[in-house]
Nanobody
Framework: QVQLVESGGGLVQAGGSLRLACAASGGTFSSYSMGWFRQTPGKEREFVAAIGRRGISTYYADSLKGRFTISRDNAKNTVYLQMNSLKPDDTAVYYC??????????????????WGQGTQVTVSS
């Protein structure tokens, strides 16, 4: 069972950038598809991005394409989310997720197997 720990969240002004990281342990990282989701209080969890096992295939929420980039370093057991041109609407807790089965075009969080504890991102206007 893989354990996931997110980092890199914080407070940033609108228009700024942040890079989130998710470190994995306890499993074979390269055998997992990895994803990022986010959630704000009172709202449904929202898919952000996903990346395949080798880092070749990626998939993004349509509304975030062009601003967010997902990547992974299998040697470091880490997946990243680079977030640029941040907006106040991007304020949320961001969660890292792992999926043992192949596939990245899986925006339904119920199809993901393991989750981190989340990291808060706050974008001020």
């Amino acid at each position: 069972q893989v354990q996931l720990v997110e980092s890199g969240g914080g407070l940033v002004q609108a228009g700024g950038s942040l890079r989130l990281a998710c470190a994995a342990s306890g499993g074979t990282f390269s055998s997992y598809s990895m994803g990022w989701f986010r959630q704000t209080p009172g709202k449904e969890r929202e898919f952000v991005a996903a990346i395949g096992r080798r880092g070749i295939s990626t998939y993004y929420a349509d509304s975030l394409k062009g601003r967010f980039t997902i990547s992974r370093d299998n040697a470091k057991n880490t997946v990243y989310l680079q977030m640029n041109s941040l907006k106040p609407d991007d304020t949320a807790v961001y969660y890292c997720a792992a999926r043992t089965r192949a596939g990245v075009t899986i925006p339904d969080g119920r199809m993901w197997d393991n989750w981190g504890q989340g990291t808060q991102v706050t974008v001020s206007s």
